[in-house]
């Protein structure tokens, strides 16, 4: 059981839970194929076509925080549809906007969607009192993935304005599934931790704060440093592609061990695996293979870092609110970091970031360890209150 809560999910909405995170990995997935698409429909400049990819995080932060308002008023099953419904209209908004800046805003509607079903689907699921939820967690990340694969492969068949309107299509199918959605009482979902156990908290929050940041980085920074190695720009993209192919493949596979593996433990297990790839990356000719590898070792710590979390704090659903602007904020800051490293050290200097921060993420992974175990059986207490 991930969580003490008690309280069983019903089948049609662990189905929506499903295809909510695939229509969220699809989504977010599709705004670095369309800037081309968009420049060239609604001539624009290159920084306007890219401008959708920076204004859906913004919004996805206040979505994430907009959970916690809505959860505690109307409940989980609601406060997840409309978040869905949300993001359903934005993507149609994009598909059919006659302007780019109709498709910015529609844009807003998605960020906002994405941010309320980023923080509630994490904050619910795991906390189901079903002996295989922690499984469930793996696989409905691996859906996150495949979605993310998938759509760029529609919109490369049919188009930017088709690959939008499935991702609404589908994402409307999920709606009456959501709305299934119970949870162990509102106040549970949004409560805080103890005063105890905010310095738990915080390093869990430093965990997906490093570990996102060191994937956002990763995959921001691969085609650059692949092609610096000597591979076509085209070559690159592919790699890239392999990267997110074997992160979502890693994703399915690692799934069955969350309901054998205590989820601490996994984390702890594949993180020196990523330091040992992207070191392995700066040799040129296993630089690329090295990168992909590394997509597969990364993938089960998220979510099984949400299971960690869950078991660490069950009473506390707030903390997933925490977790997920720490996530955000990494993805956000290590990137440019990297990038900073890259520009006044030169390009040969990316994995170097990386490792760097794949080997924090490892630090704080083994002081989560410390503070709570590994999420096998009872949680160990937290120490008293010597931290805040």
Same mark, same amino acid.
């Given at each position: ?132 939820? %922690? ?10 993935g495949a979605g993310a694969v998938l759509l760029p492969l529609v919109f ?6 088709? %690959? ?80 997110? +192919? ?76 925490? %977790? ?29 970031? +990386? ?34």
């Amino acid at each position: 059981m991930v969580g003490s809560t008690g309280h069983r999910l019903p089948g049609s909405a662990i189905a929506g839970g499903f295809l909510g995170f695939f229509v969220s990995g699809a989504v977010i997935s599709l705004y670095g194929p369309s800037a081309p698409a968009f420049r060239r429909i609604f001539e624009v400049t290159e920084l306007t076509s890219g401008l959708p990819a920076s204004v859906h995080p913004l919004l996805a932060f206040a979505g994430v925080l907009s959970w916690v308002w809505v959860v505690g008023r109307v409940g989980p099953g609601p406060s997840l549809s409309a978040g869905m419904v949300v993001l359903s209209c934005g993507a149609i908004g994009v598909a059919l906007a006659p302007s780019m800046p109709a498709v910015l805003g529609a844009v807003i509607l998605i960020g906002a969607g994405f941010g309320v079903l980023a923080n509630g689907m994490n904050t619910v699921f795991p906390r189901d009192s079903h002996p295989r939820t %922690a499984v469930r967690v793996g696989w409905m990340h691996g859906a996150f993935g495949a979605g993310a694969v998938l759509l760029p492969l529609v919109f490369s068949l049919l188009g930017h304005r088709t %690959a939008f309107l499935l991702v609404g299509v589908l994402g409307f199918a999920a709606v009456p599934l959501l709305r299934t959605t119970s949870g162990p009482t509102a106040t549970t979902l949004v409560a805080a931790p103890p005063r105890t156990s905010r310095r738990t908290l915080i390093w869990f929050g430093l965990l997906f704060a490093t570990y996102v940041g060191m994937e956002a980085a990763t995959h921001t920074w691969m085609a650059t440093y692949i092609e610096f190695r000597g591979a076509t720009e085209r070559a690159a993209a592919q790699w890239t592609s392999g990267y997110w +192919l074997l992160f979502t493949i890693g994703r399915f596979v690692f799934a069955p061990l969350l309901g054998r593996v205590a989820p601490g433990r996994l984390v702890r297990m594949v993180l020196p695996v990523v330091v040992a790839l992207l070191l392995l990356a700066t040799i040129p000719a296993a630089a690329p293979y090295a990168m992909a590898a590394a997509g597969l070792a990364m993938a089960p710590i998220f979510p099984a870092g949400m299971v960690w979390l869950a078991r660490a704090l069950p009473g506390a659903g707030g903390a997933t609110t925490v %977790a997920v602007l720490a996530a955000m904020a990494g993805a956000s800051v290590s990137p440019f970091l990297v990038g900073s490293l890259a520009t006044a050290a030169g390009t040969a200097s990316i994995p170097a970031g +990386l490792v760097l921060l794949a080997t924090g993420c490892g630090a704080v992974a083994h002081q989560v360890r410390n503070h709570v175990g590994d999420g096998q059986g009872p949680v160990a207490p937290t120490p008293p209150a010597r931290d805040l």
